[in-house]
């Protein structure tokens, strides 16, 4: 177990819960992001809850040691997740996944040391990272993209705010917590192009996305039907006009993918960023470029993106050899009866 000092002042007792209230609490004076905050929250409320259940304080050398086994090894994946399909489910959480726990906790128990005098180790700092797989991700193709579009009746408010959601989403890559935040003022019909507010960036970072003239139209079409008065209103609302949550639509569009029978990619708005992605640099955009447009801090994320495409160079030559194109093309010729066996 820790080790107190006696302390005065504001440092007191460790309990888990309270100093979790207290952790979350000074994040929130800090000036965190909201999407920070619901994480380190989400994290720490699920180890509380690990510990509870097990009769554990907290303070135990291995607390965190036994929290990322039953994480690795027990947790059920996506159980907790609001659009997860039981189907996807399995038994244990990604590397990945783990590893943002453990970074978590390592922070919260480095700020529990400094507030309540700990000074014989964190539990947090005696688990090592785990290795992670090169992460992977899947890829809409063209057919599903033009499925996708064309599912949501547009006809109707909702169904053509879906529609209109989806080619943003086709042509920027934007997040969709992002895309959700987005007001009317920063909609640029005229230039084109949406500002991204630096405080609903993950980066915390403002940026400019371009937009196409189909996509700018249609935008377009959305406010105006909806005749928002206010420019400090959200461009997505629901019927009831109030704001569209990035949730409740992730579980619109899986609805959508259902519909429109895809089943070799995961319907959900981060596929639709890796599309934009690759379809851009296959499109011979640059990956600068592209790494602006996304969001990204450094390079590494975007060469993910190169990479990709290099590994499936031979698949993406397979279907664009002028040759195989040439020879499809007069395989479709009528032709008269075979002269040779």
């Known amino acids: 177990m820790f ?106 128990y480095n700020w529990a040391q400094k507030e309540y005098g700990i000074f014989d180790g964190s539990p947090a700092e005696r688990v090592e990272y785990q290795k992670e797989a090169e992460q992977t991700f899947e890829v809409f193709t063209d057919e599903d993209v033009t499925k996708l579009l064309s599912t949501p009746n547009k006809r109707t408010y909702t169904g053509f705010r879906d529609y209109v959601m989806m080619l943003i989403l086709v042509d920027t890559g934007v997040r969709i917590g992002e895309l959700t935040h987005t007001k009317i003022a920063d909609i640029d019909l005229v230039y084109r192009q949406i500002n991204l507010r630096a405080e609903i960036t993950k980066a915390k970072r403002s940026r400019t996305l371009p937009l196409s003239k189909t996509t700018a139209d249609a935008i377009s079409e959305l406010i105006e039907y909806v005749n928002v008065q206010d420019e400090d209103d959200y461009v997505f609302l629901t019927q009831f006009g109030e704001r569209y949550y990035g949730d409740t639509f992730s579980k619109m569009l899986k609805k959508y993918g259902k519909k429109a029978g895809i089943k070799d990619a995961r319907v959900s708005p981060h596929t639709f960023r890796h599309y934009f992605a690759v379809k851009f640099l296959l499109n011979g955009g640059d990956p600068f470029a592209l790494m602006k447009i996304l969001g990204h ?45």
């Open 3 to 108: 080790k107190t000092r006696k302390t005065t002042g504001r440092q007191r007792a460790f309990n888990l819960g309270e100093s979790i209230n207290v952790y979350l609490e000074d994040k929130r004076l800090a000036k965190r992001s909201e999407r920070t905050i619901r994480t380190y929250n989400q994290t720490l409320r699920h180890f509380e809850k690990f510990c509870a259940d097990r009769n554990l304080t907290g303070t135990e050398s291995d607390c965190v040691k036994e929290y990322v086994k039953f994480l690795s090894f027990e947790k059920t994946k996506w159980d907790d997740h609001p659009t997860s399909q039981r189907s996807e489910q399995g038994v244990g959480v990604s590397s990945r996944s783990v590893n943002n726990v453990i970074r978590n906790l390592r922070i919260f």
């Open 297 to 341: 801090t450094d390079m590494a994320m975007t060469r993910r993106y190169v990479n990709y495409l290099n590994s499936n160079v031979k698949e993406m030559h397979d279907k664009a050899s002028p040759v195989t194109a040439l020879m499809d093309k007069g395989n479709n010729r009528k032709r008269g009866p075979k002269m040779f066996k």
